[in-house]
């Protein structure tokens, strides 16, 4: 475990932090006035390898061979040469910290971080970190890179979990959640919509897909998957070749078949690091997906009308309804899709750079 520490007086900014891999959708803008949750659970903390913030240089003034060496291989709007490995955690893990009230920035119902760190040094005012909760952001405090220090504190912090472990924990990411938003006439309000968590994650695995099929079309199984992936898939790909397998693989299913040349695999919520089959199912592409969802998708939860707590009268059942479905048709986060794609060197080919170059025409057909 770590404690964060001011760069500049040596005063402790954080409580004591577990480092896990960085969410999929830390840097996720979700739709319009909508009212987030806490990026980071209490405890842990990520850290963004990528260079996040100003200054920003559009696309036109970036070599491509510039580009290139850092992982980018077709036009962004513009890249980042802020300061890389950004630290993510929970706001109510921090510590010996004040607001910058000059630092509030151009946001709507909260702080957005978009004027640099809000945030200072409670002891020698050294602008450490960004405090972000605005709406449509996922609420967090980010700490400057080169405002502090990470030292070990007294003690091992526990080993990651095996992926068995991991399994039998159960911890999933639900499909659907109420949504809330901000500054209703009424109050709050809510309805219930497809998890933000699992559009950002369909977003890179879709781009993974396109990338792994070389340009023939993509099956995946039927049931959640099949309606999370299959439409965006038939409309992407031209149709009319042979078709590739995608299948759901990893700790706990049956080992994948040996014709599957692709697998939908976990990402460890901890290290980060992807499940890998042993044998021959090792060649197969895999497609990264996040914990919590691959576990839903491949031992999905059916409703179960148990009591809700306590202890009921034997044979007497829960006869609340299910969660409500959302209205509308899954859609994949189009941000995540796009940052993935262009870090994946495939998207070179002439028919990847195509969908990615029409990607705001696929919008009216809410794949994205």
Not at 144 to 153: E, K
Not at 279 to 292: C, E, L, T, W
């Amino acid at each position: 475990m770590f404690v964060f520490v001011c760069a500049g007086c040596g005063a402790e900014l954080t409580a004591p932090l577990s480092e896990v891999c960085l969410p999929i959708h830390a840097r996720q803008k979700y739709g319009n006035g909508i009212q987030l949750p806490v990026l980071m659970e209490s405890g842990t903390f990520a850290v963004d390898s990528e260079p996040w913030g100003p200054p920003w240089r559009r696309w036109d003034q970036v070599h491509p061979d510039e580009a290139a060496a850092r992982g980018i291989y077709a036009p962004v709007h513009a890249l980042s040469d802020g300061v890389p490995g950004a630290i993510v955690m929970a706001p109510g893990d921090a510590r010996g910290t004040v607001l910058i009230p000059e630092k509030g920035g151009g946001a709507c119902c909260g702080l957005d971080g978009a004027d640099g760190p809000n945030m200072a040094c409670e002891a020698c005012g050294l602008a450490v970190a960004s405090r972000i909760d605005d709406c449509s952001l996922w609420q967090a405090v980010w700490l400057a890179p080169n405002a502090v220090r990470r030292l070990p504190v007294d003690g091992a912090g526990a080993a990651p979990l095996s992926w068995a472990e991991l399994t039998a924990q159960g911890k999933t990411t639900p499909p659907f959640e109420p949504i809330a938003t901000w500054g209703s006439r009424r109050g709050t309000n809510h309805w219930w919509s497809w998890s933000p968590q699992w559009e950002a994650a369909a977003g890179r695995a879709l781009a993974h897909l396109l990338a792994a099929s070389q340009g023939r079309p993509v099956t995946v199984p039927d049931g959640l998957t099949g309606e999370v992936f299959q439409r965006a898939l038939d409309a992407l790909l031209p149709a009319g070749l042979p078709a590739q397998r995608a299948v759901l693989a990893g700790p706990g299913l049956p080992a994948p078949d040996t014709d599957a040349e692709i697998h939908l695999v976990p990402v460890h919520p901890q290290t980060g690091n992807t499940w890998t089959p042993a044998g021959p199912a090792a060649s197969a592409y895999p497609v990264p997906v996040p914990f919590g969802v691959w576990l839903w998708l491949a031992f999905p939860e059916p409703y179960l009308p148990l009591p809700a707590s306590g202890g009921m009268p034997h044979g007497v059942l829960r006869d609340d309804p299910p969660a409500p479905r959302p209205h509308h048709l899954f859609r994949a986060d189009a941000e995540a899709f796009q940052h993935t794609l262009v870090r994946l060197p495939a998207v070179r080919s002439p028919w990847l750079r195509e969908i990615l170059e029409n990607l705001t025409q696929h919008m009216p057909a809410r794949f994205f």
